[in-house]
């Protein structure tokens, strides 16, 4: 974590119904100097989307070595490498020969060229998934972002909704490649 990182505190309700996983989480998020709400709020939104006791987030953005999250199983094999952006292909392809499984969510301007780009490499990697986050759903997710959160998570037949108990946000994903329905699995 960068010694100037900003420290946001996250209590979340977890109600995935596509998994049956019903968790309350207290988190501590570090937010890179470089990284932005809408990022943050990003990697929030999958760890609640694959929640589960061993997944825990990397230690940042300057830290290449590590995804936005990971799930380790008890001999500390990685089983899930979570990133968030646009990766570089490189990086994908280390992830994908070092976990069981790697999955991707772009957002934000870019992710379609991004996907154009990288497509053809992609598509050859049999353990990666990519969903995309549309603009005004990851915009609609920075704005829940506050030092200190209570949010709610409901997952319902792949539909999502983040709550902070004043506002609503529907994110709709665009799976581009694998299957991850319900996504934690």
């Known amino acids: 974590m ?13 109600a995935d119904m596509d998994r049956h996983y019903y968790e309350d989480y207290a988190l501590t998020l570090a937010r890179h100097p470089s990284e932005t709400d809408e990022r943050m709020m990003v990697r929030l939104l999958a760890f609640a989307l694959h929640a589960h006791e061993t ?3 990397g230690r940042g953005l300057s830290t290449e070595e590590e995804p936005a999250l990971w ?9 899930r490498w979570i990133e968030v952006g646009q990766p570089e292909g490189k990086t994908i392809r280390r992830a994908c020969g070092r976990a069981k499984q790697v999955c991707i969510y772009t957002y934000g301007r870019g992710a379609d060229q991004w996907w154009e780009k990288n497509l053809a490499t992609l598509e050859r990697l049999n353990n ?11 915009r609609a997710l920075a704005t829940l972002a506050q030092p200190s959160m209570q949010l709610q998570c409901t997952i319902q037949e792949g539909q999502i909704w983040m709550a902070d108990g004043k506002n609503t946000t529907h994110i709709a994903l665009t799976i581009l490649k694998g299957a991850l329905a319900p996504f934690g699995q």
């Open 128 to 138: 990666l998934a990519v969903m995309n986050l549309p603009p005004d759903g990851s």
């Open 2 to 14: 960068a010694s100037n990182a900003s420290i946001f505190k996250a209590t979340i309700q977890i």
């Open 71 to 79: 799930h380790k199983d008890l001999t500390g094999a990685i089983v």
């Open 55 to 57: 997944l825990s987030f």
